[in-house]
């Protein structure tokens, strides 16, 4: 075995973010610029924005490829410690919409950059994994032991690249750690597409005094988890012992569930929006509930939610505020 994570990567080290110009690959740049460590990007930039780097553009390597390009993707991971796989094509219902284009992306696309990891020689690979695979199960709060019961195409490609990584770990002694996202939120997650997750649409459409829709009765609930909960969990899975992480799956979430009306009633004092929300059918392969155990993240690593999901909301609609005066 190489020498641990932790002995290794507590030194400057190379790493390499997929997916580097979205929304969670640009605040993982960010941190690891910030903290001095050397940082290379892959993006096609088909969601990811160059704006999302302006500030450390000329501190980063980006490489302009496409994840399909395992030329590309193996060149991108030579010299480098440790991964950051965050490029994907996600949402739910783009995936049902596209499910080629988002299984290309999202299965093929993690495939090749695994077969780039093990020639190089990499040491560790962080995979963002989704909470969408636990399903429409009983039983709450999730826990990690739960068989997943993935749903939509999207959530069924993601858990695919938990197995490879998991594999991976197995058979090449590569460690791979799937971090299972849950409703990732906060600046610079894009709020302008169909597929945009919901409290980024409904900021920008609040503060621009536009209509907003909200699907189904909106009882159902999230275990939405402010951005930098998840770069803090990325930070400390990076730097954990190996065998407290290689080949396994973590949570990360903020541990407590909000139904979208609530979600909806604080954004609307944050932002001083009056309108009743434009009531349409639920989603096909939409998910009732989600809430996360945390507990693993927090016993292997450390991880603990610092940013509450109040104060988050309230620096989401800070920085949408500021980028439209
Ligand atoms: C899933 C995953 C999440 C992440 C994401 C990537 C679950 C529980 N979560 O998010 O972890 O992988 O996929 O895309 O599976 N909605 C409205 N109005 C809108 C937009 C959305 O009411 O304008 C509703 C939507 O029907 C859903 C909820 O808001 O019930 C959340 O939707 P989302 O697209 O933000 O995220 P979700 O839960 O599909």
Request: glycine letters at 10%; a neutral charge; hydrophobic letters at 40%.
């Amino acid at each position: 075995m190489p020498k641990s994570a932790a002995a290794r990567l507590t030194f400057v080290a190379t790493y390499l973010i997929t997916g580097i110009a979205g929304f969670v690959g640009s605040h993982l740049a960010h941190a690891l610029v910030a903290r001095g460590d050397h940082v290379r990007g892959l993006d096609n930039f088909s969601t990811g924005r160059r704006a999302n780097l302006a500030s450390i553009a000329e501190k980063i390597d980006l490489i302009t490829a496409d994840l399909t390009d395992p030329e590309a993707v193996e060149r991108a991971c030579k010299g480098v410690d440790a991964i950051l796989h965050q490029g994907a094509l996600p949402s739910v219902p783009r995936s049902i919409k596209d499910p080629r284009g988002s299984h290309r992306a999202n299965i093929d696309g993690t495939f090749n950059l695994l077969e780039g990891a093990r020639h190089a020689g990499v040491q560790r690979v962080l995979y963002a994994a989704s909470s969408s695979a636990y399903g429409n199960q009983p039983g709450f709060p999730r826990v990690e032991t739960m068989l997943p019961q993935p749903i939509a195409p999207y959530p069924v490609q993601k858990l695919t690249g938990e197995l490879y990584m998991q594999s991976y770990a197995r058979v090449y002694g590569l460690e791979t750690v799937c971090l299972r996202y849950f409703n990732i939120f906060g600046p610079r997650q894009a709020p302008d597409s169909p597929y945009s997750g919901v409290i980024a649409k409904w900021v920008r459409q609040m503060l621009a005094g536009e209509d907003a829709t909200l699907e189904g009765d909106g009882e159902q609930g999230r275990d939405f988890t402010y951005i930098a909960n998840a770069v803090s969990a990325n930070l400390l899975a990076l730097a954990a012992p190996a065998d407290k992480v290689a080949g396994r799956v973590f949570n990360v979430a903020s541990g407590q569930r909000s139904s979208l009306n609530e979600t909806w009633a604080l954004l609307a004092g944050l932002t001083g929006y009056t309108r009743p929300p434009q009531r349409v059918e639920r989603r096909a392969g939409d998910i009732d509930n989600s809430l996360a155990d945390i507990g693993a993240a927090g016993e292997a690593f450390g991880y603990q939610p610092r940013v509450s999901f109040a104060e988050g909301l309230a620096r989401t609609v800070e920085y949408a505020r500021a980028l439209q005066a």
